[in-house]
């Protein structure tokens, strides 16, 4: 399907069209000073192109939240999440295929910086079958992927730089289509914008922006003077999507318009100076000097009041009973990971605190224990049998590998088929299914598993230790293999 959007004309009059599925595979980058126009030229992209794509949209000034009340877009106010519950939300909005608008206004830059990355990444990291096209649009994005370190701290930087990266160099094969916009070029990271291969340049006056806009433009060094003398809505296109040769073009016009619109000339209030002056410095009888404060009452009588306003004790909380508080907390971890547990170990156990004491629980575990029960959970193993040996073996891996290990072993327990390598793979946090393999080798070379592939392809997988060994099952769908390694599969 071929989708052309009209963003507006040059200056003949002839239309200039931008053509959305080349737009989705080669990226656009929008410079320009502010009051050149970038906004109003993201939003004329938006919403040509509304009904036809996914957008996301991270947006730090709240710009674009009106396109809610225009489209089907959903605003997300980032100040009333946590960064666990924003990646929910990122995770939700790749799998549902919804168009959000991810609004950062009111954070501080360092937690702007976070929440973006952490948007980001959730979107980044989705399984092979939810890659479906999404249009990602980034306003302002030298305060995401900045050139140099500035006053935010160097984690924020890092984790938000890292997530632009992926989005401009590694989210094409994701679906992921990054459209970022900046004021100044000289200050967006050159790794991020050398991977647009569209360009929009609106108007800038500092010789060093010319001259990059100039040279992404493939225009001599002497020509970038014309860059400074483009009006307010007025753009030097750029790329596959536009054109092969450089384009002047005038934004159309808009549907939506900011809520923070720009500022407008008003006339100023009539009255001459002397009124004026009267008007501030009157006094309003609101404005009153107040009576003089009463005498201060005797200490004894300060002290008495105090005795007397003491507050009363805290209800304590219900007790519950220990064998009723591991059951919440159980039920929290079940509640994890049936959510998503591709998250940091760091927030998801921030994250069982909190619902730990929502639910009057106190959270013993330290973090090695909740990465414990994290883990046991995860493989599917009954807290009511004894597993004791089995995590003492599953000690000697990396943590990683305890939950797709535990879940290899509850299968060889109870002799139920072998974990096929998309469920090894979700176990891994991964969804690629060569790195559940390559694991399964890594185990099985510290000695700890047996892999074995019959006449028909399907493998078992024996605990040596303990002498259980799972029934056979097919690794995964013998369709979807190539025919070389249904072969060696046949053989093996």
């Known amino acids: ?47 040509g192109s509304a009904g036809l794509v996914q957008q996301v949209v991270i947006d730090p000034e709240g710009d674009f939240v009106s396109l809610a009340d225009a489209f089907d877009h959903i605003a997300i106010d980032a100040a009333d999440y946590t960064l666990p519950e924003v990646a929910r939300l990122g995770v939700r909005a790749r799998e549902h295929r919804a168009s959000v608008v991810l609004n950062l206004e ?9 929440c973006a990355a952490t948007f980001l990444a959730a979107l980044f990291d989705a399984p092979r079958e939810q890659w479906y096209p999404v249009l990602v649009v980034v306003d302002e994005a030298q ?25 401009m160099c590694r989210g094409r094969k994701r679906g992921l289509a990054g459209v970022i916009a900046t004021q100044r070029l000289a200050k967006l990271a050159k790794n991020v914008a050398a991977e647009a291969s569209n360009f ?12 990059r806009a100039a040279d992404l433009l493939g225009m001599e060094r002497r020509q970038a003077d014309a860059i400074r003398d483009l009006e307010r809505g007025e753009f030097l296109a750029l790329g596959p999507a536009i054109s092969r040769r450089p384009v002047s073009v005038r934004i159309g016009a ?6 923070n619109a720009g500022p407008k000339l008003t006339p100023l209030p009539s009255g001459d100076a002397a009124d004026l002056r009267s008007a501030l410095f009157a006094a309003r009888p609101e404005e009153t000097p107040p009576p003089p404060p009463p005498p201060p009452p005797p200490v004894v009588d300060i002290l008495a009041s105090i005795e007397a306003s003491r507050p009363t004790a805290v209800p304590a909380m219900p007790v519950i009973e220990e064998d009723a508080q591991e059951d919440i907390r159980r039920a929290v971890v079940a509640a994890i990971v049936a959510e998503d547990t591709r998250l940091p170990l760091a927030q998801l156990y921030q994250d069982y605190q909190v ?15 909740f990465r414990r029960r994290l883990a046991m959970a995860q493989g599917g193993l009954s807290p009511d049998e004894d597993w004791d040996d089995t995590m003492a073996l599953a000690a000697a891996l990396p943590d990683e590998m305890w939950a797709p290990f535990l879940g290899i072993a509850r299968a060889a327990r109870h002799t139920e088929p072998c974990p096929d390598d998309e469920r090894l793979a979700a176990l891994y946090g991964t969804s690629s299914p060569s790195r559940a393999r390559r694991m399964l080798g890594f185990i099985e070379e510290r000695g700890l598993i047996v892999v074995r592939v019959d006449m028909l392809g399907k493998r078992s997988i024996a605990l040596p230790h303990f002498g259980w060994t799972t029934a056979p099952a097919a690794a995964q769908p013998t369709r979807d293999l190539p025919r070389s390694a249904r072969s060696r599969a046949m053989a093996g």
């Open 200 to 211: 929009l340049m609106g108007r800038t006056f500092l010789d060093i922006d010319m001259a």
């Open 355 to 369: 619902r730990c004491r929502s639910h009057g629980v106190t959270a013993l575990e330290s973090l090695a224990d």
């Open 254 to 259: 808009v549907a939506t318009s900011a809520k």
């Open 106 to 114: 009111g954070l501080e830059i360092d937690s702007q910086m976070r």
């Open 1 to 47: 399907m071929t989708a052309k959007i009209d963003m507006g004309c040059d200056a003949s009059g002839r239309t200039i069209d931008l053509d959305l599925e080349e737009l989705l595979a080669t990226r656009l980058l929008v410079q320009g000073n502010s009051g050149s126009g970038k906004s109003h030229l993201l939003r004329r992209l938006l919403e």
């Open 143 to 167: 305060l995401f992927a900045p050139a140099a370190a500035g006053e935010v701290t160097e984690e924020a930087r890092k984790a938000s730089l890292s997530a632009m990266t992926n989005l």
